[in-house]
């Protein structure tokens, strides 16, 4: 059953920690988008799908520049250092918060702290025991885990998320999926399948023509609109 | 990987104890003032004497290639038998100086000495590389041809337009190194730029040097318009028809070129007092004579040879990992980048001969400029490399706003291997200029190469040349072994090799 709550009543119930008015949004290597309006607040879980060059991916990192300090944002790929350990990788995620000199050192020689720091994520993601075994050499999962991972150890309220199961099989994907969910608590990520999206969010936002088509709670989305939206 | 290259830098450390590096002359700041000032006022008005120069540096190396690319094409159809692959490798270890060396005595300090200088170790470089294309081109359209495909047709319509661009690409870039070649053989007497360079450097006539050298990076500018495929028959026939052809080749001299100049001295001795110039093969004597050459001549000139090599490559990585940097739109805007690229290329574009040639003159006999022109050419050539790949690089934009972070972080763990796949194929390179610097008074084997083909000495020097060579095929199959090892490759990507 739809139970659609307007933008207004939402907004009155928590804390609004992103929005956009209108905006046109572009970058020089990705589909711009035109006149964007929608907000996010505080405890949402957020889907955004659409077809590839809509423009999720342009989305994402308009919002993520909306609040920087409070986003943490996990890639498709690329954004992994291959060559360096899981440790190295999810330390990453607090680059800006330390030191050049700690960085350096730490690279060179991982010290007792931040391992200290970063054991519990690791033990929580289940990469415990690959804690200092080079990311190159792990599964599909297993790295896109680490790239969580990194994510957690940058903190803040939002976690972000760039189709981060598409490159990973059935089993896998329910598994970084519920881990995704659960980690964050607002999570705004672009899918790549509907019925993974219907089943780990809440709301559901759609792109088309390089601009929004639907924003709707989870259960407002029939099969319809789904169509309409692919076609 | 990391324990590797801080071994190579232990080695290097100490290699500059035991190494001669001084500035001896009496003012070094004067003459590179001098310098300077020479290549703010380059006289370009000199220019129209070294008319011949230029041109004979075009056509030795133009005609040169061509006569290697045909070789070479040849020889790599057979690259997969050992014997061909080791003629190869030796004829590619030897420097093109040193095969003017051997040539000087046949032919004489002319054209053919030049063109074959320049022929021969290309040769063998395109017969490893084209070869090394066609095995690692996509071999499924020639899989997918009927089975009754003639082996020519087959090559003509499957593999030749597979892999043609890279080897247009591969060739276009040995043109240039081969422009080089063509213009250091001057330095040893033949009629190209580097004569004139040399004579102006050497009686400090600094702003025809600089009009010499402006003009040859203009040369190398602009090969680009006229070295192109479809009009590249222009060139080549308009440098057959302006090279002189006159050298008076006797057979017999070749003959006795091979069946007597070079054969050890004891051999010749008894036969050279009778005036007979018979053979004898005294086995003690040519033992002592062995022995001898190598106390005084072979093993210091090893030793100095790898010293000088070892010191280079690490200053070559140093240069490289400090400068890519500053080339890479990943770390700085166009205001930096363009002017590094623009020193890069300056450096990659001078021969390292031509460098060491300009410090020896500043800083006075040492290692030091030997290291100097090693590390700055080479390492301009892999900073250039490394910047490229490194803008291809997908760097996440949510990373650490800091150029440090992201340097040691983001972009050296993932360019590192790569960079020590490139930096190992220079060693060999690197070794072959280092034996070559010799013949600018460092004790490295070019040295003891030179000061015997200048007391006519010719089986001491091809002794050397050989010793020279197996030394350099050694480096180059140790360099091999610690690629494959280490599980790094540099690709002949968008075809520059290293």
């Not at chain 2, 301009?380 to 490229?388: E, F, G, Q």
């Amino acid at each position: 059953m739809c139970t659609d709550i307007t933008m207004n009543a939402r907004m009155a119930v928590s804390k609004e920690l992103l929005a956009l008015h209108g905006e046109d949004i572009s970058y020089s290597d990705f589909v711009a988008l035109k006149g964007i309006s929608l907000s996010i607040s505080a405890g949402e879980k957020v889907a955004l799908i659409g077809q590839s060059g809509a423009g999720k991916t342009t989305l994402l990192r308009r919002l993520y520049q909306l609040n920087p300090a409070e986003c943490a944002f996990i890639h498709q790929h690329h954004a992994l250092v291959a060559q360096l350990t899981v440790f190295h990788n999810i330390y990453m995620g607090q680059l800006d918060a330390h030191s050049i000199f700690q960085n350096l050192r730490n690279l060179v020689r991982p010290s007792r702290k931040y391992i200290d720091e970063i054991v519990p994520i690791a033990r929580q993601l289940g990469l415990e025991d690959k804690l200092f075994t080079r990311v190159g050499e792990l599964s599909g999962g297993q790295q896109q885990r680490v790239g969580i991972g990194r994510a957690l150890y940058r903190g803040g309220s939002i976690l972000m998320a760039d189709e981060p199961v598409s490159s990973l099989d059935m089993v896998q994907r329910e598994e970084i999926m519920a881990c995704i969910v659960s980690a964050g608590q607002t999570v705004v990520s672009s899918m790549h399948s509907i019925n993974l999206s219907q089943r780990y969010f809440q709301r559901i936002i759609g792109l088309k023509d390089r601009s929004v088509f639907f924003d709707l709670p989870v259960d407002c989305v029939t099969d319809d609109l789904l169509s309409e939206l692919y076609c | 990987m990391l324990r590797t290259s801080l071994a190579y830098f232990c080695i290097a450390v100490v290699a500059v104890f035991a190494a001669d590096i001084s500035i001896s002359t009496l003012d070094p700041w004067l003459e590179l003032k001098k310098l300077g000032l020479g290549f703010l006022t380059p006289d370009f008005f000199s220019l129209p004497e070294f008319g011949e120069a230029l041109r004979n540096t075009v056509s030795f190396a133009l005609i040169g290639i061509v006569l290697a690319v045909i070789f070479g094409s040849v020889l790599s159809l057979f690259f997969e038998y050992t014997a061909v692959r080791l003629f190869c490798a030796f004829i590619r270890s030897i420097h093109e100086l040193f095969w003017a060396f051997i040539f000087m005595p046949i032919t004489g300090l002319n054209s053919l000495c030049g063109i074959l200088a320049i022929a021969i170790p290309y040769a063998g470089i395109f017969a490893k590389v084209y070869a090394e294309i066609r095995q690692e081109s996509d071999q499924r359209p020639a899989e997918a041809l009927p089975e009754n495909t003639s082996r020519v047709s087959g090559f003509l319509y499957a593999t030749l337009p597979v892999i043609y661009h890279d080897l247009k690409n591969y060739t276009s870039y040995r043109f240039e190194c081969a422009l080089r070649s063509s213009a250091i053989l001057g330095f040893i007497g033949l009629p190209t730029l580097g004569y004139h360079l040399e004579t102006a450097f050497r009686e400090g006539m600094y702003n025809e040097a600089a009009a010499l050298l402006y003009s040859f990076f203009l040369l190398i500018l602009s090969i680009r318009f006229w070295a192109r495929p479809k009009i590249i028959a222009i060139p080549i026939i308009a440098a057959v028809l302006v090279t002189s052809w006159d050298a008076t080749l006797s057979l017999a001299n070749i003959i006795r070129f091979f069946t007597y100049d070079i054969l050890p001295w004891p051999m010749r001795a008894e036969g050279f007092y009778a005036g007979t110039q018979t053979v004898t093969l005294p086995v003690g004597e040519i033992f002592h004579w062995l022995q001898n050459i190598t106390v005084t001549n072979i093993l210091p000139g090893i030793w100095s040879t790898v010293l000088l090599t070892q010191i280079a490559l690490v200053s070559t990585a140093v240069f490289t990992l400090a400068s890519f940097a500053f080339a890479s739109r990943r770390f700085f805007t166009p205001a930096v980048t363009g002017p590094t690229h623009l020193a890069l290329v300056v450096l990659r574009t001078t021969p390292e001969y031509i460098l060491a040639y300009i410090f020896l003159q500043l800083w006075g006999p040492s290692m030091l400029p030997a290291v100097f022109a090693l590390f700055l050419h080479n390492g301009a050539i892999l900073a250039y490399l490394t910047a490229r790949n490194v803008n291809q690089l997908e760097l996440p934009f949510d990373g650490s706003a800091s150029r440090i972070n992201r340097y040691f972080y983001e972009v050296l763990p993932r360019c590192y291997g790569q960079f020590l796949a490139f930096l190992f194929y220079r060693w060999e390179v690197i070794m072959r200029e280092s034996a070559i610097l010799g013949i600018l008074g460092i004790t490295t084997l070019g040295h003891f190469i030179d000061s015997a083909i200048s007391r006519d000495h010719l089986d001491t020097a091809l002794l050397l040349i050989c010793v020279t060579a197996v030394l350099n095929m050694l480096i180059d199959s140790l360099s091999q072994r610690i690629r494959k090892r280490l599980h790094i490759s540099a690709h002949l990507a968008a075809g520059i090799s290293p």
